[in-house]
C-alpha cells in the first residue's frame, strides 16, 4: 500500500524530473505547492501550458524568441554591428553577455557544445547555419565565447579549423584571473592563463 | 526590452515560488522543461492538474490521503493499534516513522510545530482534535514525535501541559547518538543527551 495520496506521488515524480532536483527536493516543493491554496499551483500551470507555444528560435542567431517574432530583436536592431558575431554554446549565455552592457554585435547559439561522452558532435550544432552567416552579412569578426570547460575548448578548436579559410578575424573571451580573486588563492591553472596571456598597460 | 521571451519568463517566475528555488535554478528547470519536447511539461501540468483536488486531510488523524478515501487507510487498518498515538508536525513524518517498519499505532498530524516567530500559535495546530480523541479512541499512550528543534521542543512541553490531566503516558523520542556516529565527531548537545538519557543493558 501506498503510504502517500496518488495525486500528490504523481506531483512528486513530475517534479523529480527536473534537472538537480532528488526525491526530497520533489517531495518539498509538492508539499509546498499543496499547503499553499491553488494560485501558486495554477501560476504554474498556466506558465507551463504557454512555454512551448510561446517560445520558438531565431532562424537566423537561434537565440529563443516569442513565438510571434520573426526574427531576435537583437539580430534586426539597427544599432547592432552584423559584422561582429559572438558565438555562443546556450541562449541564456546571450543574456550573460548582454548584461555586460560591452557588446554591441549579434548573436549566434550553437545549442550545445561538442561533448563525445553526451553523444554531441559538431552535426548537432548550428555551425553550418554560421558559415552561411558569415558570407550573408559579411562579418568580420567571430568572437568565441565558450564555457572555459574542455567541451568549450573542443568546440573552439573545431570551430578555428572549420573557418580557416573564411577570412574573417577569430577571437575568444580572454582567460585569466576572475574580478576581485585574490593571487593566492586563484586556481593554478587560471594563474597560468593569466601568465601567457599578460596585458600590456 | 527584455531579453527572454515573455512565455520562458513566466515560466521561470512560477518556478522562482517554489521553496529554495533561486533565479538561476528557475531558469535552469524552464529551459529544461522547453529544451526537451512536451511530454515532460504535460506531466507536470497533469499531476498539478489534480494535486489539490485529489488530495485531502484525513478527518481523525490529518495525515493526508486519496479524496476519494473517508478516513486514512493507516486509522482504520484494524491491524494498528488506535490505544497509541504518534504525534507528528507533517504530513511527511508519518512516512518517515512508517519506513521504520517498528510502529503499529496510529498518527496525528498537528499540522505545524509552535513558532512565534512564524507567527504559528498552539490555535493554528490540531490540538483540540488530539484531546478529543483520546476520550474516543481510549487512547493509553501519546509519543510525541516532534523535530529535535526549538519548536519541536516547545511544542512537546506545550502538549505536556495541556494534557496533565489526562490519564495518558506520554514519551517522546529518545534522543541521543545517531547511529554510526563517531563519539568524537557527534555535537556535544547530542552527546549530552545520550549521556543523562544513558540506558541500562
Redesign the interface.
Known sequence: ?S??????E??I???G?????GPR?A????????KND?Y??N??????????????LCPVTFV????NCDVS??YTNPGRDKSVIAVVS???D??AI?KTGLFKGTYHVLGGLISPIDGVTPDDLKISELVSRIKSDGVKELILAMNASVEGETTSLYLQQQLEDQKVIISRLARGLSVGVDLEYADHISLGRALTGRQKM
Not at 503510504?3 to 500528490?8: D, H, S, T, V, W
Not at 517531495?27 to 499543496?34: D, F, T, V, W
Request: hydrophobic share 45%; charged share 20%.
Open positions: 500500500m503510504l502517500l495520496p496518488k495525486a500528490l504523481n506531483a515524480e513530475a517534479l524530473q527536473l534537472p538537480g532536483v527536493s517531495e518539498r516543493y509538492a508539499y509546498y505547492l499543496l491553488s501558486k499551483t501560476k504554474l500551470i498556466d506558465a507551463f501550458s504557454t512555454l512551448h507555444k510561446g517560445v520558438k529563443l524568441i516569442d513565438s530583436p537583437l546556450d541562449p541564456f546571450v543574456i548582454e
